[in-house]
């Protein structure tokens, strides 16, 4: 039935907008079901970038929201959990509720980490198993080498000491729960700790495992 589309670049049925892989979608780029809005993945959404089904508001994940930001369901207010609400619930920060909504503190609060994903490793710090796994190596003269989300975390900390207090600055900031979530440790904040290691320096937080390799494969 993919000649009953309207649009463009559609592989559903009966769709009138355009990029939908679902059915009788009439927004843009869905890929679910009778969706009048854009980038929903769920069904019969009439707003944007829903996940869940049936939402008349905007990026629920949830299902029958006609509010905003909500991950549960039936709620017509913003950013709510559970069910059935219609106001905006209080921001939980470090595992304590502050005295403002959810929508109040992200007017006044930007979390956003530009996280780095990747990293180039120059062949000569490549340890031997990474360039048997990565024979581009001997062309390109290295290879990008792919962080864990930790180490992401510790790499941009190091890298942008001048962002650090956007995040130790808010309310109730605890030290504990940011090491556990992003592996980012209260010494790093003055100065990532290093090893160097035959004329080599290598960071602690992702490298110093790759370091002792080399250093016993030298021995």
């Known amino acids: 039935m993919a000649d009953t589309n309207t649009g463009i670049d559609n592989s559903g049925s009966m769709n009138s907008g355009y990029g939908n892989s679902g059915n009788m979608n009439s927004g843009n780029w869905n890929s679910g079901n009778r969706n009048s809005g854009n980038m929903n993945s769920g069904n019969m959404n009439s707003g944007y970038g829903n996940s869940g089904n049936m939402n008349s508001g905007n990026m629920n994940s ?13 709620n017509s207010g913003n950013w709510n959990s559970g069910a059935f609400n219609r106001d905006c619930p209080k921001m939980r920060l ?6 403002m909504t959810v929508e109040e503190f992200y007017n006044d609060n930007d979390l956003y980490i530009d996280l780095p994903l990747n990293v180039w490793v120059d062949k ?14 001997k062309t390109t003269g290295g290879f990008l ?26 309310p109730g900031f605890d030290w504990a729960i940011f090491t556990e979530i992003t592996g980012i440790e209260k010494d790093s904040e003055a100065q990532p700790k290093t090893i160097e290691i035959d004329g080599k320096t290598y960071e602690v937080s992702d490298d110093l495992t790759k370091a002792l390799k080399d250093l016993k494969e030298k021995l």
């Open 94 to 99: 470090f595992e304590k509720e502050l005295d």
């Open 145 to 170: 080498r792919t962080l864990d989300y930790k180490d992401a975390h510790r790499k941009w900390w190091a890298d942008d000491p001048d962002d650090h207090d956007r995040f130790l600055n808010l």
């Open 124 to 137: 000569s710090d490549m340890t031997k198993e990474e360039k048997k796994a990565n024979n581009s190596w």
């Open 62 to 74: 949830g299902d029958i929201n006609s509010g905003y930001m909500n991950s549960g369901n039936r």
